[in-house]
């Protein structure tokens, strides 16, 4: 288990890859409904680009989104983060 960086999350290390566990918090919530109205996301995407955009926030490092949604892929480097796979 790695140091939590955020209250409520949690890290978990499977095959060389983190993956984090981000609390829901109503900071995150507002975020996702500015994403969702200014990218016109579903909610869902907004929440997942909002997670991402936090944890980016959290440990001031460059984050890369896993996605194959085309929506996402698009939005995702107009926020600042990169995507993967890249095509």
Do not use: Y
């Given at each position: 288990m790695m140091k939590n960086y955020m209250s409520g999350s949690m890290a978990c290390k499977f095959d060389s890859?983190?993956?984090f566990r981000i609390g829901l918090t109503e900071n995150l919530i507002d975020w996702v409904a500015?994403?969702?109205w200014d990218y016109?996301?579903?909610s869902y995407?907004?929440?997942h680009l909002a997670a991402a955009l936090s944890w980016q926030q959290t440990v001031g490092e460059p984050v890369t989104?896993?996605?194959?949604?085309?929506?996402l892929r698009e939005t995702a480097p107009r926020t600042g983060l990169s995507i993967w796979p890249q095509e």
């Open positions: 890859v983190f993956l500015r994403l969702a016109r996301l579903c995407d907004a929440m989104l896993a996605t194959f949604n085309k929506q």
